[in-house]
């Protein structure tokens, strides 16, 4: 298992080079001046070229590159010009505001996805598969914004049953007390059930926005593979040996179709955690997405390049917990590594 | 022997498959039967309904499958009639299945060990703890090494000869009176291939226990089978006893396919082809004869209704045109 | 801590348990305490310190609040009721009295005994002239808004001795008293900064950047950059009246059409920001929302060409626009109207010295037609019309009913958005032929604003390149005028060339529109425009 | 010819949401066709005077804070969404299937290269990237498509590469070289039909994918000019007039693009069964 480990995070090294390298280039590529834009309202032209010097930004590409490795080598992702805080510190302040909303939608899309899936797969062409097959379709052509708007708008607005679109937690509650920084994990652990539930209702909407969106995928595929699972040979070996339906469905097909499906679902994490942007800015979530769409905004380089460098790192953890998750799933996997 | 009821007695059994593109008239007027202790032999070319007609014997047809007519009765069952729950019931228990590529016929990511028990644990009222003791005898019995070890394997780590003996252990866990075994050696090489055929003759020998061999080859149902049943294109064409069979087929089907087997010591040039193709069971008017067009003795009478085959164990012939029995061989 | 306490204990708790989860925090929104303030705005400060590189605007506010300076301006009242500040008249805040030099050459400044450091150090020459120092020697704003009141060079800021502080003057400037006034001479705590300076950083900017080293009237409990800032009140504060919040969370809501909804909803107090529209309407429909407006000083919306290349040099072309820009349409559809008319005058003939003032521009499209047909372009051309993003829920509508306005004229104009970040650095190029744009300074004086719009030095909001000799002359002179009398011409004479030469075509003086509950009570305009929680209270 | 006609036919018939979804296509390629001379209104022009107007007969849709008929621009703007997703699509698939053909097929370095290009693309937040593509490159309707193109370039990759991988070793494709065909005539006569069924289902999804994206970009104020209209422009400047009660600037449009992407993605479906071999009985 280790080794596994070790094998599959030496082999993600390539990725994560290009990531940089690709990260660097392409922030080095956009049009705006930081140095203008951060110069302040009254510049001259001389103060602007003062600032550019002291940002490095004189340098050629060459030279800005070589300051940017030595400095990640040494643990400094460099300060946000537009927040003054160093990059570091916010992206772990605020990582934790993002997965937990990514692992709150990924639950909700998982939980109404995957028996959608089953139930349209037993039974295909069937009333259930339509309907599996319209929800799913529908859910995927929901533009996030449009939907995190309209849900807002119905259910704060309107309805008056969701708390205000106002970050992780109103105001009116003292965020627990930090473990994990993920506030339905804090406030457990800290046995806040109230502040719980206030996280729980702040969460709600966006998480809904978001697995709306991803619903179809994890649908899409259970139903795929549960199909082909259920035309397999050794499926129908267990009817044939008259094991009982549930059995069938659940021990065998399921566990097997259920492969696939945990692949799909790494894909779709990634897909989450890069899609948030807009759902957080909706909710004012205060996570790493938002930071990204507001730092690309400014030009600010060095939030940008450690957004994406913590995605990169973040899709290699992913992808070796997926592996993980497969091994245990499958015994093939585990026993010939 | 002779004088008892069949175990298992089809008649006149015909199915279709409703697709997207048309009905597949898949069997027609099948009749069938094998009795207790007996080997039985459905031969024919791949397509010719013996897969269908097993599967839809235990009631695991493809969805698209409908029951046109017939009778298909298992001791006191009428298997056509009977309800999920009483198939399920008798499938495993009462009729076991095995199947060609073990490899894929068994649960890749379950222990094998675990899928015979599933298998005890839902048809024999085995306790929790004797359920593991009784999947290794499962596994001893038929001669697998060191089943105590095995019991834990995933199939991926068995060899392909080494899972059909698992399928087999399964399929007899408990006992069952009919062991249908389709095609169970195809994709083994021959040393196993007679290691399983002999474990299958052997187990049903120990337990008494009938075995419809579904094959579509020749030689080796003449191996191993009391009598076979010929189909071709889901019609049963001839039925008889091996001997009688290879002495005398009297269908011209039956005897192409006996042609086209190889002996021993023939070579390939002396292998004749069957002409032509199986006809598109998708038509709506298929022939009365489904062999008439690739036949060279048809006539005009053939489009009468074919006659109706002869009750086993009589030798069995349904064509107008049967060939004589002196001469063929 | 408390408020947990009582949620968890007691029926209520018990009850919100029962209830559904989406329901309770519906219902402790309700009770919010009189001393707590809940703002939303677009965005929060990135830095807790004015001197700072790239401070943006919501952190003056958190200068103006955590910090003091050693005077601030007195407040009028206007005849509608609303207050805004008086930068006639100036009032001790750490110093309690000051006295100009009789040779008119320097200012003496007493300090307040009591007065002391959120830490309890209390406040001394020492740190003033620190503080000054600092502002004038770290570059980049705070320094530019030094020099403005000719404040430039450390010797001028003198320790008389621990309460006494002596500002030289190196020449006669209307706006040096005022300059001392404004966010950038906040006072810090010298000797704790110190603490934190490094040899790179002898100012210890790092530190206060998220750190307040001062001793006004709030401190600041948490910040989280984008997300909120929260302010508790400093109870020791003895430089003015105690404010009467005690709590002010001020949170980031990107989204405006949820900001307008927290508002009507009642779960926040207050915003600064949303579209004039909204604004509008929310004015309008009364219920427990109020609006105050005010305009805001020194600031015109404005259409501006580039007068450094064709066709734009042709003040006929430039004139023609004017001509055909739909003043109405914009007023109505992209500002709702709130903003007042820049435009309509009798004619170009300026008889005051109000500021701002219309143009005797109107739409006439024949006149425009007209107008182009002299210039030689009857046909037309094509041209690219530009606009800030940041500003877009006003800058776009406009650009848009421009950009129709203009093809009525033959003038086919292409839009372009520059996203926010961009904006200053196109500015500086100066090659953007026509934008949309907005333009304010602090210091409430027409001069001020033309020199840095309308004088050939050519400075970055000069954003049509205009140069003429003859304007320049007369923006000198308005600022060092020896008497009224002149001052008052030059101001005309400016006014009149600059209108009709149109390098800019004024549109309109937007307003300062404040949001709140109507139990919100003492806001007041800044001319900084950010918000003061010192005054307001909640009734 | 004739067989996979009467198979659409069939397919069609029994899948009567394929069959809406078709004639709804049909529309919006109608509407992207011949929009400009279906359109009631300009969708250009101002009038101040009938701004904000609710849904009515005269604008059936409503019109927007400049009076523009919303009816007119949302029709008007089928075109440019439509030409976006398919221009898109059209784009990463070719490149797409090219650079997986030829990672599969012939292996080694080709594979190596492409496959790492392919992970780099896929480590980055898709939508994030093409934030960053359309940033940097420039702001223009051809820029959204590059970089739409680009972030889908990884699914079309991987789909002909692991197909080339599995076919380059398969009995006919072994067959055909035996018979003197070329590595490029075995990868466009053999191997290319046998990986189109997997890649339809990748269209299918990224059609909708494409235009989403396009609208999100739109949405935060990159890519297309104002007063050009576009979907997802159009939510954007309605979305502030939600909570004023002017519900109908944003939902029009929004409703729209959910209907194309919609239309699209149960399309796809329908285009999988009628094309994908396995699903023929």
């Given at each position: 298992m280790i080794r596994i480990v070790a094998l599959r995070l030496v082999g993600a090294l390539p990725n994560l080079a290009g990531v940089v390298v690709v990260t660097f280039l392409l922030t080095r590529a956009l049009p705006g001046d930081p140095a203008a834009f951060f110069?302040?309202?009254?510049?001259?032209a001389e103060a602007v070229e003062q600032i550019r010097e002291k940002l490095g930004l004189n340098r050629n590409l060459v030279e800005q590159f070589g300051l940017y490795l030595r400095d990640l080598a040494r643990g400094d992702f460099g300060?946000?010009?537009?927040?003054?805080?160093p990059v570091l510190t916010e992206l772990v302040s605020r990582l934790p505001a993002s997965l937990e909303l990514t692992f709150c939608a990924l639950v909700f899309a998982t939980v109404v996805a995957l028996p959608l899936g089953v139930a349209a797969a037993r039974r295909p062409g069937s009333w259930i598969d339509h309907l599996c097959r319209l929800v799913t379709t529908a859910g995927v052509s929901l533009p996030t914004f449009f939907t995190g708007l309209l849900l807002a708008y119905v259910f704060?607005?309107?309805?008056?049953?969701?708390?205000?679109?106002?970050?992780?937690?109103?105001?009116v509650f003292t965020p627990p007390p930090?473990?994990?920084?993920m506030y339905l994990i804090d406030s457990l652990l800290a046995g806040e059930g109230t502040v719980f539930r206030a996280c729980l209702a702040q969460i709600a909407l966006p998480a809904v926005t978001m697995g709306l969106f991803v619903l179809a995928p994890l649908a899409r595929m259970t139903r795929a593979s549960m199909l082909g699972v259920l035309s397999s040979d050794f499926i129908r070996t267990a009817r044939a040996a008259g094991l009982a339906s549930p059995t069938v469905l659940y021990t065998y097909a399921f566990r097997n179709a259920l492969l696939p499906v945990v692949t799909t679902l790494g894909m779709v994490f990634s897909f989450l955690l890069g899609s948030n942007v807009l759902v957080e800015k909706v909710f004012a979530w205060p996570g790493i997405g938002s930071y990204a769409i507001e730092s690309l905004t400014a030009s600010d380089y060095a939030p940008i390049q450690g957004f994406v460098l913590a995605m990169g790192v973040l899709y290699v953890l992913l992808n070796l917990a997926i592996d993980l998750l497969y091994g245990l799933i499958d015994p093939r996997v585990r026993l010939e590594a | 022997m002779n004088d008892a009821p069949p175990l298992l007695s089809v008649e006149g059994f015909g199915l279709e498959f409703r697709t997207r593109s048309g009905t597949v008239?898949?069997?027609?007027?099948v009749d069938l039967a094998v009795r207790k202790g007996e080997t039985v032999g459905l031969v024919?070319?791949?397509?010719?309904g013996k897969s269908v007609l097993s599967f839809a014997l235990l009631g695991?047809?493809?969805?698209?499958?409908?029951?046109t007519g017939g009778r298909a009765a298992f001791g006191g069952l009428e298997l056509t009639r009977a309800s999920e729950a009483d198939l399920e019931a008798v499938r495993g228990r009462e009729i076991a299945m095995i199947f060609q590529n073990p490899r894929t016929a068994l649960?890749?990511?379950?222990?094998v060990g675990a899928q015979i028990e599933d298998v005890l644990r839902r048809?024999?009222?085995?306790?929790a703890a004797e359920l593991r003791e009784r999947a290794i005898a499962a596994l001893r019995e038929v001669n697998i090494p060191d089943p105590e070890r095995r019991h834990a394997?995933?199939?991926?780590?068995?060899?392909g000869g080494m899972c059909q003996r698992v399928m087999i252990a399964l399929a007899l866990a408990c006992r069952p009176a009919l062991l249908i075994a389709?095609?169970?050696?195809?994709?083994?090489?021959v040393t196993t291939q007679a290691a399983i055929m002999d474990l299958i003759a052997a187990r049903a020998r120990a337990t008494g226990m009938a075995t419809l061999f579904i094959t579509h080859d020749l030689a080796l149902a003449a191996e191993h089978c009391d009598r076979i049943v010929v189909m071709h294109a889901g019609h049963v064409v001839e039925a008889a006893p091996t001997a009688a069979l290879f002495a005398g087929p009297r269908h011209p089907y039956t005897a192409q396919l006996i042609r086209a087997t190889p002996a021993?010591?023939?070579?390939?040039?002396?292998l004749a082809a069957i002409p032509g193709n199986l006809p598109?069971?998708?038509?709506?008017?298929?022939?009365?004869?489904?062999f008439r067009a690739r036949c060279?003795?048809?006539?005009?009478?053939?489009?009468?209704p074919l006659p109706r085959l002869a009750p086993p164990p009589a030798h069995a012939v349904a064509c107008w045109h049967p060939l004589d029995e002196a001469r063929c061989a | 801590m408390k408020r947990r306490h009582f949620l968890q204990s007691g029926a209520f708790g018990a009850a919100a348990a029962a209830?559904?989860?989406?329901w309770t925090a519906e219902a402790f929104?309700?009770?919010?305490?009189?001393?707590v303030l809940v703002v939303a705005n677009e965005f929060g400060p990135?830095?807790?310190?004015?001197?700072?590189?790239?401070?943006?605007?919501?952190?003056y506010s958190v200068s103006w609040m955590c910090y003091d300076r050693l005077m601030t301006f007195g407040r009028k009242k206007l005849p509608d009721g609303q207050v805004m500040y008086d930068y006639t008249r100036l009032e001790p805040e750490l110093a309690e009295s000051w006295k100009i030099a009789p040779d008119g050459n320097s200012v003496t400044f007493r300090l307040r005994k009591d007065a002391k450091f959120h830490d309890g150090t209390p406040v001394t020459a020492k740190d003033v002239k620190w503080s000054f120092d600092r502002a004038v020697t770290v570059g980049g704003f705070p320094t530019f808004q030094m020099k403005a009141g000719s404040?430039?060079?450390?010797?001028?800021?003198?320790?008389?001795?621990?309460l006494t502080f002596r500002v030289d003057f190196v020449r006669r400037d209307k706006m040096t008293m005022m300059d001392?006034?404004?966010?950038?001479?906040s006072i810090f705590n010298a000797e704790l900064v110190k603490k934190h300076?490094?040899?790179?950083d002898p100012w210890g900017l790092n530190w206060t950047k998220s750190n307040i080293a001062g001793g006004g009237a709030f401190k600041v409990e948490s910040w989280k950059p984008g997300q909120e800032i929260i302010y508790v009140r400093n109870?020791?504060?003895?430089?003015g009246p105690l404010p009467a919040l005690k709590r002010v969370i001020q949170r980031d809501v990107p989204n405006a059409g949820n900001r307008r909804a927290l508002l009507v909803k009642g779960d926040?107090?207050?915003?600064?920001?949303?579209p004039p529209k909204d604004f509008s309407e929310v004015a309008k429909e009364g219920g427990n929302v109020k609006v105050s407006s005010m305009p805001i000083e020194n600031s015109i919306w404005y259409l501006g060409m580039l007068?450094?290349?064709?066709?734009?040099?042709n003040p006929k072309v430039r004139q023609a626009v004017a001509h055909a820009v739909p003043y109405d349409k914009l007023h109505a559809s992209a500002l709702y109207g709130r903003g007042a008319k820049m435009y309509g005058a009798a004619?170009?003939?300026?008889?005051?010295?109000?500021?701002p003032q219309p143009t005797?521009?109107?739409?006439d499209i024949a006149k425009a037609k007209a107008l182009l047909k002299e210039a030689g372009f009857e046909n037309g051309f094509e041209t690219t019309l530009s606009f800030d993003l940041g500003n877009g829920t006003i800058s776009e509508p406009m650009a848009i009913l421009i950009q129709e306005s203009l093809a009525a004229i033959g003038i086919k104009a292409t839009i372009n958005k520059v996203p926010g970040a961009n904006w200053r650095a196109q500015l500086l190029k100066?090659?953007?032929?026509m934008i949309v744009n907005r333009f304010g300074g602090w210091l409430n004086y027409p001069e001020y604003f033309f020199f840095w719009?309308?004088?050939?030095?050519?400075?970055?909001?000069?954003t049509m390149s205009y140069k003429n000799p003859a304007l320049d002359k007369m923006i000198m002179n308005a600022k060092f005028a020896e008497s009224r009398a002149i001052y008052d011409g030059e101001v005309k004479a400016m006014l009149k060339l600059a209108y009709e030469e149109v390098p800019r075509v004024p549109l309109f003086q937007p307003l300062m529109d404040v949001a709140m509950q109507k139990?919100?009570?003492?806001y007041m305009y800044w001319f900084h425009l950010?918000?003061?929680?010192?005054?307001i209270s909640k009734s | 010819m004739r067989a996979a006609l009467r198979h659409a036919r069939y397919v069609l018939s029994d899948n009567p949401v394929t069959l809406a979804a078709f004639v709804l296509f049909s529309g919006f390629v109608v509407l992207a066709v011949a929009g400009p001379w279906l359109?009631?209104?300009?969708?250009?022009a101002t009038d101040t005077a009938r701004?904000?107007?609710?849904?009515?007969?005269?604008h059936w849709f409503g019109t927007d804070a400049l009076g523009r008929d919303i009816l007119s621009r949302i029709v008007v703007a089928t075109r440019l969404d439509f030409g976006i997703a398919v221009s898109a699509v059209a784009l990463s698939f070719a490149l797409g299937i090219a650079l997986g053909l030829a990672a599969g097929f012939f292996g080694g370095w080709w594979d190596r290269v492409i496959l790492r290009l392919a992970d780099t693309i896929m480590a980055f937040p898709l939508f994030v990237l093409a934030m960053g593509i359309v940033a940097a490159l420039g702001n223009s309707v051809a820029n959204i498509v590059y970089a739409t193109a680009i972030i889908n370039l990884p699914f079309y990759i991987r789909v002909a590469r692991a197909e080339a991988g599995v076919l380059r070793n398969a009995g006919f494709v072994e067959a055909a070289r035996l018979s003197g065909n070329g590595d490029w005539r075995i990868l466009s006569h053999h191997v290319f039909p046998n990986i189109l069924p997997p890649a339809m289902v990748q269209v299918s999804l990224n059609m909708g994918w494409a235009i989403l994206n396009a609208a999100g970009l739109s949405f935060i104020g990159l890519g297309v000019r104002p007063p050009t209209p576009e979907w997802g422009i159009m939510v954007a400047e309605g979305a502030t007039y939600i909570i004023s009660g002017e519900w109908w600037v944003a939902f029009f449009p929004g409703a729209v693009l959910m209907l194309a992407v919609f239309c699209f993605n149960l399309l796809g479906d329908g285009l999988r069964d009628i094309i994908d071999p396995r699903r023929r009985t």
């Open positions: 110069a302040g309202a009254a510049a001259s300060q946000s010009l537009s927040t003054g805080q704060y607005f309107l309805l008056g049953v969701a708390p205000s679109p106002l970050g992780r937690l109103d105001p930090p473990v994990t920084r | 008239h898949a069997l027609d007027g024919g070319e791949s397509g010719s695991i047809s493809d969805r698209a499958a409908r029951v649960n890749p990511i379950r222990r048809h024999t009222t085995a306790r394997a995933y199939p991926f780590e068995l060899s389709d095609e169970p050696t195809t994709g083994l090489d021993a010591e023939s070579t390939i040039d002396a598109d069971l998708r038509r709506a008017d298929l022939p009365a004869c489904r060279a003795r048809a006539s005009a009478r053939c489009d009468a | 209830v559904p989860a989406l929104a309700q009770a919010r305490p009189r001393d990135n830095s807790l310190d004015i001197h700072t590189v790239g401070a943006n605007r919501p952190s404040l430039e060079d450390p010797k001028q800021f003198v320790v008389v001795d621990d001392m006034a404004v966010p950038v001479p300076a490094t040899p790179q109870d020791d504060w003895k430089n926040i107090d207050m915003t600064y920001s949303l007068t450094s290349k064709p066709p734009f040099n004619s170009n003939d300026v008889r005051t010295t109000a500021w005797g521009y109107r739409t100066k090659d953007m032929p719009c309308y004088h050939s030095q050519d400075a970055v909001f000069n139990n919100v009570q003492g950010e918000p003061d929680y010192r005054q | 359109a009631p209104y300009d969708p250009l701004a904000m107007q609710a849904p009515s007969l005269a």
